[in-house]
């Protein structure tokens, strides 16, 4: 019974993450994601907001579905394996379109019914939770199995598809972090398991020419601890931003706020929904040291008094890639009540994602703050993807068969096959959009 597999999104383009993967007359769907900056482009938004599936696969900020058409009477489980809208942020637009359950880590499911319930989008898919490292029997010829992994997103796996000819396994995104700060470390014994039997790794080479391996996020954490607690602060406003979806960071952030007598707040409705996602799947608690405010009458009501009292408050908003209409670019703007003063502190707790319309809107945005004379702390942040030396290992200890790259441009999948010839032992298949591959 052979694997097949083909590309839906997410092949030669980053972001539209979406495989399917056919094994005889059963048919799995790994991500369901969207391409954020045709997104935002489209929307103007950061966020999910309910709009018509043709319009979006227009835009192609959806992966096209048309390329499955013959194979969606047999689809048995659309499976996310993150919380990232690159990989989950399609499934309210396309899920309803498959009689066929989600099965996700219990962070990812709270996201997405956060999603549904906020945009009052209704879809008749069944959510299951699974946890990391669990097993689950999809029929007698299919077993699923999550692999825990980290990622700048809790909960976060790499997916093994077994079946009676060997297992695929799909990587898309991971790290190798061996000192995170939540959560376990990457299960690497159970990839040792899977060496004899890989037909097939699918693997993100979004950091493929990077000649490094990905620092842990312990080292960010000291990054944040050397700007927050090492730099003189006192009387001045402290802003910060990060990925909303980045619990660990946050958790970060919150230690050190407490240790510098601040309160902590966090504004924007994306901050809220991965918190409260959060906490709901028993990750996190921090709703007891931290005022979440969502929408606008909450969001004014604190910046007022944060103008008043601004050295008793650390403030963490959206809008770290410059979204206009994120909280952080309303606040530069004057259109939220508060108004910034000299050597006020700026932490950007990220890196700007490299496409044109983020450099855009950041560049547009530290100009703002530079023309206030705001000191400006770039760069706070280490990435949750694989660098060339991690997918090194990935691919020495799995030792597959064939490897497809994906997440990435023809750059970056070149580089990945550069490095897994240099290895050698794998096939490699460069594909792209709509290709279908057997094995």
Same mark, same amino acid.
């Given at each position: 019974?052979?694997?097949?597999?083909?590309?839906?999104?997410?092949?030669?383009?980053?972001?539209?993450?979406?495989?399917?993967?056919?094994?005889?007359?059963?048919?799995?769907?790994?991500?369901?994601?969207?391409?954020? !900056?045709?997104?935002?482009?489209?929307?103007?938004?950061?966020?999910?907001?309910?709009?018509?599936?043709?319009?979006?696969?227009?835009?192609?900020?959806?992966?096209?579905?048309?390329?499955?058409?013959?194979?969606?009477?047999?689809?048995?489980?659309?499976?996310?394996?993150?919380?990232?809208?690159?990989?989950?942020?399609?499934?309210?637009?396309?899920?309803?379109?498959?009689?066929?359950?989600?099965?996700?880590?219990?962070?990812?499911?709270?996201?997405?019914?956060?999603?549904?319930?906020?945009?009052?989008?209704?879809?008749?898919?069944?959510?299951?939770?699974?946890?990391?490292?669990?097993?689950?029997?999809?029929?007698?010829?299919?077993?699923?199995?999550?692999?825990?992994? &980290?990622?700048?997103?809790?909960?976060?796996?790499?997916?093994?598809?077994?079946?009676?000819?060997?297992?695929?396994?799909?990587?898309?995104?991971?790290?190798?972090?061996?000192?995170?700060?939540?959560?376990?470390?990457? %299960?690497?014994?159970?990839?040792?398991?899977?060496?004899?039997?890989?037909?097939?790794?699918?693997?993100?080479?979004?950091?493929?020419?990077?000649?490094?391996?990905?620092?842990? !996020?312990?080292?960010?954490?000291?990054?944040?601890?050397?700007?927050?607690?090492? &730099?003189?602060?006192?009387?001045?406003?402290?802003?910060?931003?990060?990925?909303?979806?980045?619990? !660990?960071?946050?958790?970060?952030?919150?230690?050190?706020?407490?240790?510098?007598?601040?309160?902590?707040?966090?504004?924007?409705?994306?901050?809220?929904?991965?918190?409260?996602?959060?906490?709901?799947?028993?990750?996190? %608690?921090?709703?007891?040291?931290?005022?979440?405010?969502?929408?606008?009458?909450?969001?004014?009501?604190?910046?007022?008094?944060? !103008?008043?009292?601004?050295?008793?408050?650390?403030?963490?908003?959206?809008?770290?890639?410059?979204?206009?209409?994120?909280?952080?670019?309303?606040?530069?703007?004057?259109?939220?009540?508060?108004?910034?003063?000299?050597?006020?502190?700026?932490?950007?707790?990220?890196?700007?994602?490299?496409?044109?319309?983020?450099?855009?809107?950041?560049?547009?945005?530290?100009? %703002?703050?530079?023309?206030?004379?705001?000191?400006?702390?770039?760069?706070?942040?280490?990435?949750?993807?694989?660098?060339?030396?991690?997918?090194?290992?990935?691919?020495?200890?799995? %030792?597959?068969?064939?490897?497809?790259?994906?997440?990435?441009?023809?750059?970056?999948?070149?580089?990945?096959?550069?490095?897994?010839?240099?290895?050698?032992?794998?096939?490699?298949?460069?594909?792209?959009?709509?290709?279908?591959?057997?094995?």
């Amino acid at each position: 019974m052979r694997i097949e597999i083909r590309a839906v999104g997410g092949y030669n383009e980053i972001g539209r993450n979406m495989t399917a993967v056919r094994v005889g007359d059963e048919v799995i769907i790994l991500d369901m994601g969207l391409h954020i !900056e045709n997104y935002i482009s489209l929307t103007e938004e950061e966020d999910i907001v309910n709009l018509s599936t043709s319009e979006l696969i227009d835009a192609k900020a959806v992966p096209d579905i048309s390329v499955i058409d013959d194979w969606k009477a047999k689809i048995k489980a659309i499976i996310p394996t993150h919380a990232h809208l690159d990989h989950v942020g399609a499934i309210p637009y396309l899920a309803k379109k498959f009689k066929a359950p989600i099965l996700c880590t219990p962070f990812t499911a709270e996201v997405i019914k956060a999603i549904l319930k906020d945009e009052k989008i209704k879809m008749g898919n069944h959510i299951k939770p699974l946890n990391s490292n669990s097993v689950y029997h999809v029929s007698d010829n299919i077993k699923i199995e999550f692999i825990n992994m &980290t990622h700048s997103t809790p909960q976060t796996v790499m997916v093994a598809l077994h079946t009676k000819n060997g297992c695929l396994l799909y990587a898309n995104d991971f790290k190798f972090d061996n000192f995170p700060i939540l959560g376990k470390k990457p %299960n690497f014994n159970k990839l040792r398991e899977l060496s004899n039997s890989c037909q097939c790794l699918i693997v993100e080479c979004l950091r493929a020419k990077e000649a490094i391996k990905t620092p842990s !996020e312990s080292v960010a954490k000291a990054m944040l601890k050397d700007v927050l607690l090492g &730099t003189e602060s006192n009387g001045k406003a402290i802003i910060a931003t990060t990925f909303s979806s980045h619990l !660990e960071r946050l958790k970060s952030i919150i230690e050190f706020g407490k240790q510098m007598n601040r309160k902590v707040v966090f504004l924007g409705r994306s901050l809220s929904k991965y918190v409260v996602a959060g906490e709901r799947a028993g990750i996190v %608690n921090f709703t007891k040291d931290v005022e979440l405010a969502k929408r606008g009458r909450h969001i004014k009501r604190i910046l007022k008094d944060v !103008e008043v009292n601004r050295k008793k408050y650390l403030v963490v908003v959206t809008g770290h890639q410059g979204e206009q209409k994120a909280v952080l670019s309303r606040m530069a703007t004057g259109e939220l009540p508060f108004r910034f003063k000299e050597e006020d502190h700026m932490i950007f707790a990220s890196s700007v994602i490299p496409n044109p319309s983020n450099i855009s809107d950041r560049k547009r945005l530290e100009e %703002n703050f530079r023309g206030k004379n705001l000191r400006i702390f770039k760069d706070i942040h280490v990435s949750g993807h694989a660098a060339r030396e991690d997918l090194r290992d990935l691919i020495n200890i799995v %030792n597959p068969k064939n490897i497809i790259p994906a997440h990435g441009d023809t750059s970056m999948n070149n580089a990945l096959k550069a490095l897994a010839l240099e290895i050698g032992g794998s096939n490699i298949l460069l594909i792209k959009e709509s290709d279908n591959i057997a094995l």
